[in-house]
């Protein structure tokens, strides 16, 4: 990947992980201690669980955008390549 390129997918990953693990997982920490456990003392499953299913997210998340950024770093370097 170009070094231009290297900010982009890295605010795009850093970006949505954020969203994600910032915004949604205190909620969803919350939701699973009251509603799926019924017990504030199973608060520390409620975090692995989340913690756990974030991070796939995450690795998912950086997967498919890379995907996107393979294609457009390819197109670049043909570009780059063809004599002008």
Same mark, same amino acid.
């Given at each position: 990947? /170009? ?10 990953? +850093?970006? #949505?992980?954020? $969203? +994600?693990?910032?915004? =949604?997982?205190a909620?969803? #920490?919350? =939701?699973?201690?009251? %509603?799926? %456990?019924?017990?504030?003392?199973r608060?520390?499953? &409620? %975090? ?8 796939? $997210?995450?690795? $998912?998340? =950086?997967? &498919?955008? =890379?995907?996107? %950024?393979? #294609? ?10 063809? /004599? &002008?």
């Amino acid at each position: 990947m /170009p070094n231009a390129m290297r900010g982009q997918a890295t605010a795009i990953y +850093v970006g #949505v992980t954020n $969203l +994600v693990g910032g915004g =949604l997982a205190a909620t969803a #920490v919350a =939701l699973l201690t009251d %509603f799926v %456990f019924h017990d504030k003392a199973r608060l520390h499953v &409620s %975090f692995g669980l989340v913690g756990g299913i974030v991070c796939i $997210l995450a690795a $998912l998340t =950086l997967t &498919s955008t =890379l995907r996107a %950024f393979r #294609v457009t770093a390819r197109e670049h370097q043909t570009t780059q390549q063809r /004599p &002008s």
